[in-house]
């Protein structure tokens, strides 16, 4: 049984930074291409980035050169680290790979 469990949300200042973790249990995790979504009140759920089994990432155009996108392959987790937040990053985060999603963890951007 595929499990993802998201870690490292939390309320932070308005330029603040966060890193998110994600760790993979139950799927061979190298082979896998992960990614995190996020789903602010009110929208649907959106993909903030992803990261293929060699390495190559991939961005919305919302976090582009604030989020950064990696991966262990040995410890089976994917982190996002999260730099000038901003109020709009407010939403659930999610963590997911092709056949499993996580509970999420809510990142808080305060103005």
């Known amino acids: 049984q595929v499990q993802l469990v998201e870690s490292g949300g939390g309320l932070v200042q308005t330029g603040g930074s966060l890193r998110l973790s994600c760790a993979a249990s139950g799927i061979i995790f190298s082979i896998n291409t992960m990614a995190w979504y996020r789903q602010a009140p009110g929208k649907q759920r959106e993909l903030v980035a992803a990261?293929?089994?060699?390495?190559?990432?991939n961005y919305a155009d919302s976090v582009k050169g604030r989020f950064t996108i990696s991966r262990d392959n040995v410890k089976n987790t994917v982190y996002l680290q999260m730099n000038s937040l901003k109020p709009e990053d407010t939403a659930v985060y999610y963590c997911s790979a092709p056949t499993a999603w996580g509970k999420g963890t809510l990142v808080t951007v305060s103005s």
């Open positions: 990261i293929t089994s060699g390495g190559v990432t």
